[in-house]
T-cell receptor
């Protein structure tokens, strides 16, 4: 149980285009999902906390207009990287936990974004 | 921002040896969690320890928590080559430390 599906697993896009990443909880409902960014050999940097039915809470320094987060249902959160640039190339990971917390969070398998 | 730091940043041991990783955090917590990440993959939850617990076991894993020192340790006993990965601690607000890269040599 507690499976999180993240899609796509990798994507290459041109500078200036937008990319949407989906994070879906398959067998549980999640009011809160987290989005992270990870550079090679570094830790996960929390970008934002996605709350179902309300606006996401962004960490300091994360541009909310560039990284659009939508959490329209209890099983789906999306991260859209708008007007992507090469510096946005990174590994993006989401996580979620069943409503009956506190349990460990389940992570998606991550999305490798390369902007060319 | 990150919550804390793990040390060491990198650890290399022989198969069969024990591996100990430490995590320090900055604020009060309700729980602390340890995760494992294989290269280029998502994270796998290993163990959660609540703030009122001092020690917890799961298979070859042993986690301790010292809230007075704001620190936790993860011990992997009888390590295997398959344990090679990065290990992270996270506080209840899901902020991660820098991680320890563990290499277990066969």
């Amino acid at each position: 149980g507690a499976v999180v599906s993240q899609h796509p697993s990798w994507v290459i896009c041109k500078s200036g285009t937008s990319v949407k990443i989906e994070c879906r909880s398959l067998d549980f409902q999640a009011t809160t999902m987290f989005w992270y960014r990870q550079f090679p050999k570094q830790s996960l940097m929390l970008m934002a906390t996605s709350n179902e039915g309300s606006k996401a809470t962004y960490e300091q320094g994360v541009e909310k207009d560039k990284f659009l987060i939508n959490h329209a249902s209890l099983t789906l959160s999306t991260l859209t990287v708008t007007s992507a640039h090469p510096e946005d190339s990174s590994f993006y990971i989401c996580s979620a936990s069943p409503l009956t917390a506190p349990y460990g969070y389940t992570f998606g398998s991550g999305t490798r974004l390369t902007v060319v | 921002s990150q919550q804390g730091e793990e040390d060491p940043q990198a650890l290399s041991i022989q198969e069969g040896e024990n591996a100990t990783m430490n995590c320090s955090y900055k604020t009060s917590i309700n729980n602390l969690q340890w995760y494992r990440q294989n290269s280029g993959r998502g994270l796998v939850h290993l163990i959660l320890i609540r703030s009122n617990e001092r020690e917890k076991h799961s298979g070859r894993l042993r986690v301790t928590l010292d809230t007075s020192k704001k620190s936790s340790s993860l011990l992997i006993t009888a390590s295997r080559a398959a344990d090679t990965a990065s290990y992270f601690c996270a506080t209840g607000d899901m902020r991660f430390g820098a991680g320890t890269r563990l290499t277990v040599k066969p």
